[in-house]
């Protein structure tokens, strides 16, 4: 800019008039607007740069976020979900083969599990920060897909499988414990707090066969996704760990 005012004032002499015959002072009027142009140019290119160096700051922490809340579903959620779907799983081959080999099983503990619930609670206020700023604060196309498939497919597929899961308890293994099963007191430890009423006939009977069969297919399908999502989880993790440090 020093050096357009230098050029400036060396068509102007010391009166303020114009040291240039008409022709030429119109070639100075045509720089007056030039450096206009230039300077109105200039100022835009500094405001954009300032503009995507505020856009690339919100990125950052919005990943950065999203990355924390990550590994807190894995820490968390998933591992609460694995163990419990676990759980549930060896319970009903437990309960399975007995009826195979004409056995009873008298753990009660096994029992609490074919009417026990649970909700998948991930962290997303993140992501839904992430919505409310738009997905075209990510530049990676990649990375902005990877997010959205976690959030948007994965998660909602396993909260749709449990809805449907907690449907079959709340529908028919509810209702038949509460007719089959003596409930003790709530204090008292799971092995002694579901008795069914007579084990023999229990294990005789096809309803009770039919419902421990179909909790052992939900869990086994919820099992394997719930492994498959927590696998995409961290190379989700990844992706935005080397995003970070670009």
């Keep these: 800019m020093k050096l357009f005012k230098q050029i400036r004032h060396g068509l102007i002499d010391k009166t303020g008039k114009p040291a240039l015959p008409t022709g030429r002072y119109l070639k ?8 206009v142009v230039i300077g109105i140019w200039i100022a835009l290119q500094i ?11 919100v990125e950052r922490t919005i990943l950065t976020n999203i990355k924390d809340a990550l590994i807190s579903d894995l820490e968390n959620t998933f591992k609460s979900q694995l163990n419990n779907t676990r759980e549930t799983l060896l319970a009903t081959e437990t309960i399975l083969p007995a009826f195979e080999n004409k056995q009873i099983v008298k753990d009660s503990i096994k029992y609490a599990y074919l009417i026990s619930v ?18 075209d604060v990510i530049q990676n196309e990649q990375l902005k897909f990877a997010i959205s498939k976690i959030y948007d497919l994965e998660y909602s597929n396993i909260v749709y499988m449990l809805n449907n899961y907690h449907e079959n308890i709340n529908s028919y293994a509810r209702p038949y414990v509460r007719e089959n099963f003596q ?24 309803q009770f066969l039919n ?10 399908i919820l099992l394997n996704f719930l492994l498959d999502t927590a696998t995409e989880v961290k190379k989700l993790i990844t992706m935005i760990e080397e995003e970070l440090e670009k």
């Design 211 to 220: 419902i421990a069969t179909t909790l052992n297919t939900n869990n086994r």
């Design 183 to 206: 409930f003790r007191r709530y204090g008292l430890p799971l092995s002694e707090r579901y008795i069914p009423f007579d084990h023999s006939k229990l294990f005789q009977d096809p």
């Design 47 to 57: 405001n954009n740069w300032n503009e995507y160096r505020k856009e690339r700051i």
């Design 28 to 35: 100075y009027a045509l720089g007056e607007i030039f450096l």
């Design 118 to 135: 649970r909700n998948f609670n991930p962290m997303t206020i993140p992501y839904k920060f992430l919505e409310s700023k738009g997905f």
